[in-house]
């Protein structure tokens, strides 16, 4: 069965420096691992995905995730950070072609908060 | 309209009465999804649909849950005899293709209160 842990609920950071969010994932075969951002009363939005490939992926608004398959990690990373960076933010992984299962599983969110 | 649209954005239901949440996918797009988002927690799936094709139903979390997408566009997700544990963010998603590395997009959510 695929499973992701984010193992922080929250991650404070000043802005203007360097924030990660953690991610690991289990699954049985290859991995397609996705983040997502959720901002206050709004649905997910999509900020990157790793398929295959190079190692570093990079999406929308500055962030970047690199992809450990020996840790078994995906965090999530941004040099600087802005305030409007503050929001929910979900990892999710697939591994469909082993299972045969299209949906995305999620973690259970980290809520980043940058403060001025 | 760009993105995936979902109605109502709100809705208030009286326990035991029945909902129906609609969704509308990106245009094209064959794969579509539901999940269940309670209050501080991450979505969980509920349905996928492969065009008109209920393909998985593993998540519906009883024969409540019903959901249907007749002409592989629009799909309906219908509550039956609401409970409060119902209460909840109802995601739609949908996908171009159903390949395991397509991008899922999802809409802004259904929020149902059941009273």
């Known amino acids: 069965a695929q499973s992701v842990a984010q193992p922080e609920d929250q991650v404070n950071v000043a802005e203007g420096n360097p924030l990660t969010v953690k991610c690991t994932y289990s699954?049985?075969?290859?991995?397609?691992l996705f983040w997502y951002v959720q901002y206050p009363n709004r649905g997910l939005q999509f900020l990157l995905k790793y398929i295959t490939g190079d190692n570093l992926v990079k999406g929308s608004y500055g962030f970047e995730a690199e992809f450990n398959k020996s840790q078994t990690s995906f965090h999530l990373k941004k040099p600087s950070a802005l305030v409007s960076d503050s929001a929910l933010y979900f990892c999710?992984?697939?591994?469909?072609?082993?299972?045969?299962?299209?949906?995305?599983?999620f973690g259970s969110g980290t809520r980043l908060q940058v403060q001025p | 309209g760009a993105g995936v649209s979902q109605s109502p954005r709100y809705k208030v239901a009286k326990r035991g009465q029945d909902v129906a949440l609609r969704c509308d996918p990106i245009?094209?797009?064959?794969?579509l999804f539901w999940y269940q988002q309670a209050l501080g927690q991450g979505p969980e799936f509920l349905t996928y649909?492969?065009?008109?094709?209920?393909?998985?139903k593993s998540g519906l979390p009883s024969d409540r849950f019903f959901a249907e997408r007749p002409e592989g566009s629009v799909s309906t997700l219908k509550i039956q005899r609401t409970q409060q544990e119902d209460s909840a963010v109802y995601l739609c998603?949908?996908?171009?293709?159903?390949?395991?590395?397509?991008?899922?997009?999802f809409g802004e959510g259904s929020w149902l209160t059941v009273v």
């Open positions: 649909f492969q065009n008109e094709a209920q393909l998985d």
């Open positions: 699954v049985s075969g290859n991995p397609y």
């Open positions: 998603a949908s996908s171009l293709r159903q390949e395991y590395g397509n991008t899922i997009y």
């Open positions: 245009s094209g797009h064959v794969s």
């Open positions: 999710a992984v697939r591994d469909g072609e082993y299972t045969g299962r299209r949906a995305l599983t």
